[in-house]
């Protein structure tokens, strides 16, 4: 899937806004081939979408 960086949270984390989803959770151990303070809210990324106790969370995410 894709979709845009939303927000950012200084401790690891954000969210990615999708089309057709509700906002999607990440941690910055999902992240592949970027570091999370490279990262900027409205940044374009790819991601595959994870199942977890608390929801849906985007993995694999790459910047676009």
Not at 29 to 56: I, M, P, R, W, Y
């Amino acid at each position: 899937m894709t979709g845009t960086i939303k927000k950012l949270a200084p401790n690891g984390f954000g969210f990615i806004a999708a089309e057709g989803q509700k906002d999607l959770f990440f941690h910055s151990k999902s992240l592949v081939g970027v570091q999370f303070d490279e990262l900027h809210e409205g940044d374009n990324v790819s991601f595959e979408v994870e199942t977890s106790e608390k929801g849906l969370n985007a993995v694999n995410v790459k910047r676009d």
